[in-house]
């Protein structure tokens, strides 16, 4: 699923720091993404609130449900740590361990078959994760290159779910004083992703005279951001952001295990502080979009979902801490 490759171009944009370095190597390549993805970092904490919003849905391509949600809540947590570096600090090996907490609160619901309008209960539900990622990286026709591979096992709090991976590899195709350019490709491992091999474009430039700087990821981010301070930084503009969680199912026409994935445009503004050089804290708000809401069984293409869900724009706030020893 696009979503799900969405979540590991971090990889891709460590180059445009490390195509500024005339010898880059994997120092420069962990500050670039830890400096882009907050949840790369050792150990980083978000809470995101979301506001209400109506939905409307449908279940096997027929009306379900429309109804509303009064609240909507995610609890993230993050840890990283590199276990292997190898002598020449070119090959690196890291753990990663994710959780993720989200809570819905629903309004009145009206179901199409039975025309009737009820409540629901409060919803909850647990994600966790596992992780193993390996980076290299090396030169090709004496240009920076990286390339990582990451396999995770993920599941909920019944049980392990499922097993998946990628690889990816990118190259700077040009490097300036003020703008950096690179491609690259990603490879999913995991069958019921919809595009398997996806191509990777990033693009970074430094304004002339100026503090600002434009971020570009094809096709995950578009932002315009400004140091304001020796310890500030602000960020306006759009990112494209996925969610996946695990629902146990026993209803008269779902049973067994599914896949929740959605897929979010959020814009608005991100302010940054460092409350030391190890301790980054982030607020974020704006407006969310979800484009797409689907539900589908375990390992079955997004393409042949059961379940399909959209909702109105609303308005959202997320902030975090970071601790990054290293």
Known sequence: MKARIISVLFVCTSLQTMAQEKEPGMKTFGKAVTDKFPTT???????????????????????????????????????????????????????????????????????????????????????????VSATYMSTLFRKPVIYNGTATVDGNQENVQRVKGFVTANIVLKRTENTTITIGALAMLDPSSIIPITPIFTYNHKFENSKWDIDFILPQRLLFRRELLENVRISLGTELNSESFYLNLNT???????????????????????????????????????????ITAKGERTNRYVYDHKEDTQGYFRFGISYNPF
């Open 41 to 131: 970092r050792t150990f980083d904490v978000q809470y995101e609130q979301l506001g209400s919003t109506n939905y409307d849905s449908e279940l096997f391509g027929n009306d379900f449900e429309r109804g509303r949600i009064e609240s909507h809540n995610r609890l993230k947590v993050a840890f990283n740590m590199p276990f292997y570096k190898s002598e020449s600090k070119r090959f690196v090996l890291t753990a990663s361990l994710r959780y993720k907490y989200e809570n819905y609160n629903f309004g009145d619901i009206y179901n199409y078959s039975s025309a009737q309008t009820y409540t629901r209960n409060q919803e909850n539900f647990h994600y966790m994760a596992a992780a």
């Open 252 to 294: 008269s026409n779902l049973k067994g295990i599914y896949e929740l994935n959605q897929l979010e445009l959020k814009s608005g503004i991100t302010y940054e502080y460092s409350i030391t050089p190890k301790v980054i804290s982030f607020l974020k708000a704006g407006v969310n979009n979800v484009l797409s809401t689907r």
